[in-house]
């Protein structure tokens, strides 16, 4: 605690005494000034005590003493000491009276005090506190290192709740209560989740303070991590605001919560290299020799049935918020997850089957695909497909170890997809349970079509017959005469001679399934393009 009014007049060696403000003792003194002023307000900045023998006042006119009580008071001095013997050989009673009324403590200082006693045993008071703190400070550190090493996050934030005599919580990077000490303050710390991801938006390392929810409480956040873009947030909640011993214990947390959630740039290349050799070793087809490098970093992941996920993006931006979000996921669930970065602009993840990363996934792209459909209506246009998409990512069906490679390449051809729909995120098992007809809204298979089908459209430009009509509606009719020549209101010879000059003009032969299938595809995406 610092000196207080009270702890100077109990001080055996200054024989101070109180002659007002009596009840109003307990105020912290920050430091005692000594003023002859008749207005030393300018120069004080609050919580002083003000020393002086009144050289330059009329202590004893009333006008003047509530002048200056009053300015003294809405200055923030905590206190007025008055010499005695010097001046004044007692404290004039219009200043007692007023100091009473204003509520401002009076303190008779006798004159075989010096006022640099006082100043000394108050700068003293002051050392000796701040010096209890900074060794609280330490002991607090000393504990929380333990905690952290002993208990992890969960063990440090309970060692700080105690220090601040509050409560703690850790976020990550999404904004997600990871945990939290006392096991009530759960409920509290995930109510500032909005507070926490507009601190994650400014550059770390940042802080705030806020209201607690329905004014419970004062709580700072804090973010950590060393990157551009912070990877979790403590936040620290109490009745006031901390002290001198509080706030070291807070600064300690904040390094050790960085240490324990950022990892070094070498040590996390090294998993990276180790995560991109895993996975290549996978796509290769030797799952053994994937769990023998891997050791026990990924747990159970490689045995358990997995998804492989591509995300592709021009934008670095997009990439580290879908890995930022992908293992934040993996962590609040205690799920491994193997994320490896092939360059600034591509990431593979092989994640759990059914686990929250995958789920996390796709609710991110779900995200980025309601935002760039919202900014395609506001700028008047459809925000459809033709678009091209920041973030583009295909996810594969589920597979085994012995199957990786045949996942990455379904990964791929989602992502394909993706980028020709300008969607964010397409599921290969979408492709297999849809129809074929979009993925034919490509430049080159309708360039294809245009060619294949030109020589019958410039037949049909002549007036000479309707090929094109006809064999859609044969084809369509799986080579039946009498129901496609009815669909087209012909004869079925007429059907019939128009399918030979179709097979004359093409020089391919309609008995040929390839060439069916060549001619009704072409057909299609010709449609599709109309």
């Not at 006392?182 to 507070?195: F, H, K, S, V």
């Not at 996975?279 to 026990?296: I, K, N, T, Y």
């Not at 059914?354 to 792209?365: D, I, P």
């Amino acid at each position: 605690m610092p000196p207080t009014l009270a702890s100077l007049v109990h001080h055996s060696a200054l024989k101070l005494t109180v002659r007002a403000g009596e009840d109003r003792l307990d105020v912290p003194v920050r430091w005692a000034h000594v003023s002859e002023l008749a207005d030393p307000v300018p120069y004080m900045e609050g919580g002083e005590l003000l020393l002086t023998t009144a050289l330059k006042l009329d202590a004893e006119d009333a006008k003047a003493m509530r002048r200056y009580v009053k300015r003294l008071v809405g200055a923030g001095v905590v206190g007025l000491g008055f010499a005695v013997g010097v001046n004044y050989d007692e404290i004039p009673a219009v200043l007692v009276d007023t100091a009473e009324e204003e509520g401002l403590p009076l303190l008779e200082v006798p004159r075989r005090t010096p006022f640099i006693a006082i100043s000394k045993a108050v700068s003293a008071a002051i050392a000796a506190d701040q010096y209890r703190s900074v060794t609280a400070g330490f002991a607090a550190q000393r504990e929380l290192t333990r905690q952290a090493l002993t208990d992890g996050p969960e063990g440090l934030l309970a060692a700080l709740a105690a220090q601040v005599d509050g409560w703690a919580a850790l976020y990550d990077a999404s904004g997600a209560v990871v945990a939290a000490a006392p096991e009530w303050a759960g409920r509290r710390a995930a109510r500032l989740t909005a507070d926490v991801e507009r601190l994650r938006d400014r550059p770390a390392p940042a802080s705030s303070v806020v209201g607690g929810p329905d004014n419970e409480d004062r709580v700072e956040l804090h973010s950590l991590g060393t990157g551009r873009r912070p990877r979790a947030a403590l936040a620290v909640g109490t009745a006031a605001a901390l002290g001198t011993a509080e706030r070291y214990a807070v600064h300690s947390a904040i390094a050790l919560l960085t240490l324990t959630t950022e990892r070094s740039r070498s040590l996390q290349a090294a998993e990276q290299r180790i995560g991109a050799a895993v996975l290549r070793l996978l796509l290769a087809g030797q799952p053994d020799h994937a769990r023998a490098v891997a050791g026990e970093l990924y747990g159970g992941l490689l045995d358990a049935p997995f998804r492989i996920i591509v995300g592709e993006s021009a934008d670095g931006d997009p990439l580290d918020g879908l890995a930022e979000v992908v293992e934040s996921a993996a962590a609040r669930s205690g799920e491994a997850v193997l994320v490896v970065p092939e360059g600034p602009e591509r990431l593979v993840v092989l994640a759990l089957d059914g686990g929250a990363a995958v789920t996390a996934c796709g609710e991110y792209a779900a995200g980025l695909e309601t935002e760039r459909a919202a900014s395609g209506r506001e700028q008047g246009g459809s925000g459809g497909g033709g678009d091209e998409a920041e973030l583009v990512v295909g996810l594969s069906a589920p597979a085994g170890p012995a199957a990786a490679a045949a996942a990455y390449k379904q990964a791929e051809q989602a992502l394909s997809v993706a980028r020709r729909r300008g969607r964010v995120f397409v599921e290969h098992e979408q492709l297999a349970a849809g129809s074929v007809l979009p993925l034919l809204a490509d430049d080159a298979v309708r360039a294809f079509a245009d060619g294949l089908l030109r020589p019958l459209s410039e037949h049909d430009a002549t007036g000479r017959g309707d090929l094109v009509a006809s064999l859609r509606a044969w084809l369509s009719r799986h080579g039946q005469w009498d129901a496609a020549a009815a669909d087209l209101g012909v004869h079925r010879h007429t059907l019939r001679y128009r399918m030979r000059r179709v097979e004359e003009i093409l020089g391919r032969s309609l008995d040929d399934p390839d060439v069916r299938m060549e001619l009704w595809l072409a057909l299609k995406a010709t449609a599709e393009a109309e």
